[in-house]
């Protein structure tokens, strides 16, 4: 039986899944990030628990087909990551770094939010489907997207960053990025809770939010399903804003299906019905509808994406 | 010698041209379009046009490739038209429409903007690309979305349709799709000549253009070489928006170059000097360029980009 390793290297965890071909998800579990050293360790733990878990379930190299590694910056299309933030590396080819240490194995990096989702569309919401867009709602806006069944990386490796597009030309705010009025200062989790209070200020109804010290995004979307105002009314403009942002998305690749993950996206339905109800309304060229779905693999999904980009190569 | 035949359906006429498979233009055409019939004449012109020019060139049915064809309105997925406003067509497959009258011959479709992108890439000012984003600016703002050297058309087959991204939230004038502050209402000619109007009424600086009756778009581009203080700001205004427009599309494909193409693209230069500083200052994901050129085949774009759709199947 072949197999074949997938990686998901994020800020505080790397999350590591071992896969039958077919899909079917053998082994995962998780080790820290060690970010010492330029990022050395990153790659040396990762190799050294994959030989770890081939040896414990007696897997030769030979029924190996390869690593796949998601890394958390724009992997550009000669797989160079000119700066990942997170990490704190910069100026490095992680793929290379992988073959030192495995030598033989076929290597494949792709940035997190683009294999999460080619993995939606191998084993999850977007299974059948050749063209998605998976947006994540979490401490940022990332999106991922797959056109004919491919990972999109762009020339720079920032396709999909949509949390980086312009979608409130009257704010002055400014965004991690310098910009103003992106959607990641709107639509984010961070940027959710922003607006909440902002309305809480301005808008005198009652609301269970004034009685908590501190409230979060789950917080937030329960009262919404209470039927809370201002809860309503924050989501109702964060998604609004998403949902435009969406639409623009949909008049450049028009993809086959929207998918919704992140933090945010275990508020369910109601997360769904909310930014379908603003997409329809921001769309004027299709009255066909276009589907909007909840992601369904959660944190797995990026371990599934960097399998599939093995299986594909 | 195998050839391979491109048609690029319009609402006045149709463009034809016989090809080599390397690329070389061995004869192109012109024909009216005539849309009595629901369309049916477009389909019997077109291929009795191929038959006499094979005759004419001694080409036997065994060294046609196939017919690839522009079709001016969205094509979907399944090849299908739904409305084309332009032709008054609506529900038809024009595929099996070439088909029948062609039988053996293998037909491709491609929605026009999208073939004039495909063009570009095989033989005009994107060649060595393989992801490419195309605009033209015409009647209307249209693009073309070629990635990974295949045109991306999308479910319902708007994809490229940045002409109605909404770019301006506090426009209230409608766009023909019934949307409000849409990049066609604003980066179009006719879009172009209305603020370039509006702006000769607001601003009392001396023009050239108010000595005119009327102006065309290249009066207005003619005005702001010679240093024109409205035409230049028309442009700066009506190009910043496409600027922005294309911006956004950056972080949705990030292509490797975008072309101007289209009836404003014959400014030349200006227009991508003026192009290009906004852009940068609405990108802030890179500081590395992303070239913007002018395309270089003009009204012959689409006729290579249907018989590129042919080589390629």
Known sequence: MNVVFGADIGGTDIKLGMFQED???LSKWLIPTRMEDNGRLIFDDIASEIKNKMQEKSVSSQCVLGIGCGFPAPVDNRSFVRNCVNLGIKDIYPG????KRMPGLIVRIGNDANIAALGEMWQGSGQGRRNLL?????TGVGSGIVIDGKI???RHGIAGEIGHFMVDPLE????SCGGTG???QIASVPGILHYARKFLQEDKRPSVLREKEDFDGADLTDAAKEGDAIAMKTLDYCMGHLARGLAIAAHIIDPDIFLIGGGMAKAGQLLIDVIQ???VANHYLTKEETQIR???LGNDAGIYGAAKMIIDA
Chains 1, 2 share one sequence.
């Open 172 to 175: 002055t705010e400014h965004c």
């Open 182 to 184: 992106h959607l990641n």
């Open 152 to 154: 999109v990386s762009g």
């Open 294 to 296: 909840l992601a369904s």
């Open 96 to 99: 290379k770094e992988m073959e």
């Open 134 to 138: 998976l947006v994540t709602l979490g």
């Open 23 to 25: 899909g079917r998800l």
């Open 277 to 279: 109800k603003h997409y």
